[in-house]
């Protein structure tokens, strides 16, 4: 039966509506109707109570039984809500079929999440089949970390070992295609042997022992002849372990045995091929047992020219005989004999000429034939000096591309106090050794000597450096530590000093704080803080400035105001305003009551600046007549009692007068409707114009009373005015009535 609506009428008394029986069967109607449906039935247990069901049986369940394929439905925008869940906790079916929750398992709409876990361990299956974890496995987002031993097919990876599990197995690392295996640091083999290594053949080849042992004595240099450009290498020490280095003012042509340096100091001994600069004096030695010997000339009459020989010319030096197939010009002194030494002889320019041979004496002195041989040769049009061996320095200027050597034998001198360093003009490339004598070296006491040092300085540094006219110093320090301070060595004030510290004076970055045990002498500029200050009496200066700290702790310079002055004179102390209970004078003197001036006093709570003006009208006056006229001293003056200054007051948005002492005249109509006018002049005096601007319209009050303003529109730098706001018929002179105006302010941040 559907639901039966009685039928009230259209409006009241009508008559229009159902009779009272045909209602009141309607409303049976329904009720029979509702009651015959469960679960209101009286053989029910269920009950409902605003938007709940109710079971009304002691521990029965209330069941949703739909009927067939039907099911329990939720509409879309309704909720499921359990009042027992865990919050975000996944629910599950127990054995009982009952739905449960567990705070070790939840979902937050975003993250699954096991509480029972620790953070970046990495999720494994127990013998059950559940879920665990441990610290021994992890990953962070980036990389996977292992505690204890991985076992992999064969092998098992524990701490820093990889070991073969199988019995007399092989490790092997194995590349693919041309790559090949590195190692990025030493290698210990701890006594083993390195097997299977053929000799090198290349830079990138492996080495055995016995070849590693030969070169570790000497270097075999491969033969290179067609590049036209190679960098012979040096050290940059006298001894030591040193890497060998090149420089691009010393290089070798392999292809044509051009040996090329700025500059050559120094003998040279051996066999030297190629043309050789231009010598001032050639040391000849004496060989007097050579049958055959070759007589040096010149191929031109003028010029830088090498010598030459020829087999048309030679000489017996164990005779003294020169022979010659032909020979034009004078002859002078024993022609069969022995010829008169020539002091000078005149050399052509030859420069046509592919292959010449220089000369040379078979004795260091006397007078010896020159010799020629084929293992030293001359290159007349290339200017080429080719020697199959070379020994000795190399001094002057010689040009050409020397062989690269892969190591250079350096021997260890100790007792020269004065090398000079040998170093290069560039950071690579192949360049001649240099030395300069801003740059030595004391062997013998390993004392290092520079003019000038730049860049960092690390490793052991003992003894006195050179004075540096700079050094970069770098603000990458903020470590709260204690740092000590460096200072020079000494009671001198200049030289060459070392550098010291002393723990008794530190430095921490990260405060900026200076630590030392006593101090003596003055202090300029910003000290840190000191436990005790020398004060003197000062009392004939007549401006002196107090000092201030910016914060109320902390290390901080002490500063001084121009607006915070003492007279030391008088022990007048002057400011422009205090904060925190102060007491100011902000009045003129047209405002000064017999009894009181006006007090102000401003301080600051909550971040609220608040300004409290306490003003007495004793004595003051209020002329008759006129609404809104100033009240002062009757004798004058500038009435205001107050300036609204917004660096000190903030910017008002509140204020409220209180009476505090009923006004009263001894004489004239009493006037008690005051106000408090604003006005942009500070001249205003006794029954000047005040103006309509105010920042309290008070009417007529008694004492207690409070006037608040909420809106005060106060401009900036405007003076306050007491101001009479009725029109009294005579003038007349107070003799009580005292009030306080209070200011509400916040400070521009």
Do not use: W
Not at 141 to 146: E, F, I, P, R, T
Not at 672 to 697: H, M, P, Q
């Amino acid at each position: 039966m559907a639901n039966q609506t009685i039928n009230i009428g259209a409006t009241a008394n009508d008559g229009t509506g159902d009779a009272l029986r045909t209602a009141f069967d309607k409303v049976n109607d329904n009720f029979t109707e509702l009651y015959a449906v469960s679960p209101a039935g009286t053989d029910n247990n269920i009950a409902f109570s605003g938007n709940k069901i109710i079971s009304e049986d002691s521990g029965g369940n209330i069941e949703l039984d739909p009927q067939g394929t039907g099911k329990v439905i939720i509409a879309t925008a309704a909720k499921l809500r359990f009042t027992d869940h865990v919050d975000n906790g996944i629910a599950f079916v127990d054995a009982s079929g009952d739905v449960q929750f567990k705070s070790t398992l939840t979902y937050d709409g975003t993250t699954f999440k096991l509480s029972d876990l620790t953070a970046n361990r990495m999720l494994f299956t127990t013998t059950g089949g559940g879920l665990t974890n441990s610290s021994n496995f992890t990953f962070n987002g980036a990389s996977a970390v292992l505690t204890g031993s991985l076992a992999v097919d064969g092998i098992t990876i524990q701490d820093n070992n990889i070991q073969s599990t199988l019995s007399n197995a092989n490790l092997v690392l194995v590349t693919s295609g041309t790559g090949v295996v590195e190692i990025d640091s030493n290698l210990d083999i701890n006594n083993n042997q390195i097997v299977n290594l053929a000799n090198p053949t290349n830079s990138t080849d492996g080495a055995n022992k016995a070849y590693v042992d030969l070169a570790a004595g000497s270097v075999t240099p491969t033969d290179e002849s067609s590049d036209t450009t190679c960098f012979p290498l040096f050290a940059i020490s006298a001894t030591g372990n040193t890497g060998p280095k090149t420089g691009t003012n010393l290089t070798f042509n392999s292809s044509s045995g051009l040996l090329t340096a700025t500059l050559l100091a120094g003998a040279l001994t051996g066999n030297v091929t190629g043309t050789a600069s231009i010598a001032t004096a050639v040391t000849v030695a004496d060989e007097s047992s050579d049958t055959t010997c070759f007589p040096l000339f010149a191929t031109a009459a003028t010029g830088n020219l090498p010598p030459k020989s020829g087999s048309n010319l030679t000489f017996n030096s164990s005779s003294g005989l020169l022979t010659a197939t032909l020979f034009a010009g004078a002859l002078t002194g024993n022609v069969t004999g022995t010829a008169t030494i020539a002091s000078t002889v005149t050399v052509a320019d030859e420069s046509s000429d592919t292959t010449c041979f220089p000369l040379f004496a078979t004795s260091a002195t006397g007078n010896v034939l020159a010799r020629s041989g084929s293992n030293l040769t001359f290159n007349s049009s290339s200017g080429l000096l080719t020697a199959t061996l070379l020994a000795g320095a190399l001094t002057g200027n010689v040009t050409g591309t020397a062989s690269i050597a892969t190591a250079v034998t350096v021997a260890d001198e100790s007792t020269d106090t004065a090398c000079n360093v040998v170093f290069v003009t560039a950071a690579t490339g192949n360049l001649p050794p240099k030395t300069g004598t801003n740059l030595t070296f004391n062997s013998n006491t390993g004392l290092l000597t520079a003019t000038l040092l730049a860049g960092n300085l690390t490793g052991n540094v003992t003894g006195t450096a050179s004075i540096a006219t700079t050094v970069t110093v770098s603000d990458n320090e903020s470590t709260n530590e204690a740092n000590v301070i460096l200072f020079a060595a000494g009671a001198a004030g200049s030289g060459n000093l070392g550098v010291e510290a002393d723990g008794n004076m530190t430095y921490n970055p990260s405060t900026g704080v200076i630590t030392a045990t006593g101090f003596a002498g003055a202090l300029t500029g910003t000290a840190s803080i000191a436990t005790a200050v020398t004060v003197a009496d000062e009392s004939s200066d007549t401006t002196c400035f107090p000092l201030f700290a910016t914060a109320a702790s902390g290390n901080l310079a002490p500063k001084s105001g121009t607006n915070f002055k003492f007279d030391s004179g008088s022990g007048e102390l002057t400011m422009t305003s205090i904060l925190g209970g102060g007491l100011f004078t902000e009045h003129g003197a047209g405002a000064v009551a017999t009894s009181f001036a006006p007090i102000t006093r401003r301080f600051t709570q909550n971040g609220v600046i608040i300004t409290k003006i306490h003003f007495d009208l004793t004595g003051l006056g209020a002329k008759g007549g006129d609404a809104n006229d100033v009240i002062g001293l009757p004798a004058g003056g500038n009435a205001f009692i107050g300036r609204n200054v917004v660096s000190n007051n903030g910017v008002i948005y509140r204020a409220e007068l209180v009476c505090i002492e009923l006004p009263a005249v001894a004489s004239g109509t009493l006037t008690t409707d005051i106000d408090i006018a604003t006005n942009s002049s500070g001249t205003l005096a006794y029954d000047g114009a005040g103006g309509t601007a105010k920042l309290i319209n008070s009417a007529a009050m008694v004492a207690g009373e409070q006037v608040i303003n909420i809106i005060p529109a106060v401009t900036g730098n405007d003076y306050f005015y007491l101001v009479e706001a009725d029109t009294a018929a005579s003038d007349a002179v107070f003799n009580a009535g005292q009030f306080i105006l209070t200011l509400y302010g916040h400070a521009i941040s």
